[in-house]
T-cell receptor, first 112, second 113 residues
């Protein structure tokens, strides 16, 4: 089945730095979603993207739906300690009755 | 508008007992999904239900696991005769229809002694 690739598994940045994550697939997706999971909690939807080329912001977060429809990017600007967590990409592959597919997540650590 | 509510947040069972995990979807959402997550791992799809119907149970073990979403009341994930390997966090998500983003609860952390 379709897979979403997120790498590296972990990222370490300094507070105040910007960070970019990407999510890739070998097949076309119709919708891209980015979630964040804090320790001990459930994933929270950050941004949803529905159209190729779409660029959407949510505060310091910006995400883009890749033109090829096979990738998406999430950028976090001016990171702060509470940005730590696991960032999952997810998406609906093209085709009828497609199932939401998740990447394995990237664990972000922010050094104060 | 309340989010997805899961209870209990933590559940401890001895081997051989039954575990029942409950999930109340967001108001207006009739589609419910259950996922399992092991430490340091991603979300593994288990089952997708829409009121009174199981739509997709391809991720659920054939034995000991069952799920339901009755006309009234929460969705239930039931694990019979639990074993140590069932220890994990179980998350429920809901959506208004099948191709809309899913919203997650805070999970039930199941520990098997």
């Amino acid at each position: 089945g379709q897979q979403l690739n997120q790498s590296p598994q972990s990222m370490f940045i300094q507070e105040g730095e910007d960070v970019s994550m990407n999510c890739t697939s070998s097949s076309i997706f119709n919708t891209w979603l980015w979630y964040k999971q804090d320790p001990g909690e459930g994933p929270v939807l950050l941004i949803a993207l529905y159209k190729a080329g779409e660029l959407t912001s949510n505060g310091r977060l910006t995400a883009q739906f890749g033109i090829t429809r096979k990738d998406s990017f999430l950028n976090i600007s001016a990171s702060i300690p509470s940005d730590v967590g696991i960032y999952f990409c997810a998406g609906f592959p093209s085709g009828a009755n497609s199932k939401l597919t998740f990447g394995k997540g990237i664990t972000l650590s922010v050094r104060p | 508008n309340a989010g997805v509510m899961q209870n209990p947040r933590h559940l401890v069972r001895r081997r051989g007992q039954e575990a029942r995990l409950r999930c109340s979807p967001m108001k207006g959402h009739s589609h419910v999904y259950w996922y399992r997550q092991l430490p340091e791992e991603g979300l593994k799809f288990m089952v997708y239900l829409q009121k009174e119907n199981i739509i997709d149970e391809s991720g659920m073990p054939k034995e000991r696991f069952s799920a339901e979403f009755p006309k009234e009341g929460p969705s239930i994930l039931r694990i019979q005769q639990v074993v140590r390997g069932d220890s994990a966090a179980y998350f429920c998500a809901s959506s208004p229809n099948s191709n809309q983003p899913q919203h997650f609860g805070d999970g039930t952390r199941l520990s098997i002694l």
